[in-house]
Nanobody, 123 residues
């Protein structure tokens, strides 16, 4: 079992930056592929980014490329999402996820989810 706890959400103005963190506990963190999803009110869940165990392979959703940066620190058992140039449409609950397979946008099920952290971008 892996427990995931997100932090760092809040309110920011458009054009600003925010850094989300995900702290993992339980099983060996480095064996898991990690990622971020988000869900806005009334919308479907949306893939944000994913990272492999070493950080050598990273995938971003097209709308996040160049603005968001995913990273992980296996020694600290944490994963981060640096978000720059935020837009009102980035407003959503952001979820940290972990799986034994590489996290993709089309995965039917993901093993572990955090409780989510709210990000609100004001215009």
């Amino acid at each position: 079992q892996v427990q995931l706890v997100e932090s760092g959400g809040g309110l920011v103005q458009a054009g600003g930056s925010m850094r989300l963190s995900c702290a993992a506990s339980g099983r060996t963190f480095s064996r898991y592929y990690m990622g971020w999803f988000r869900q806005a009110p009334g919308k479907e869940r949306e893939f944000v980014a994913s990272i492999n165990w070493s950080g050598s392979t990273i995938t971003y959703a097209d709308s996040m490329k160049g603005r968001f940066t995913i990273s992980r620190d296996n020694a600290k058992e944490t994963m981060c999402l640096q978000m720059n140039s935020l837009k009102p449409e980035d407003t959503a609950v952001y979820y940290c996820v972990a799986d034994e397979s590489y996290v993709t946008a089309t995965m039917r099920s993901i093993m572990y989810w955090g409780q989510g952290t709210q990000v609100t971008v004001s215009s």
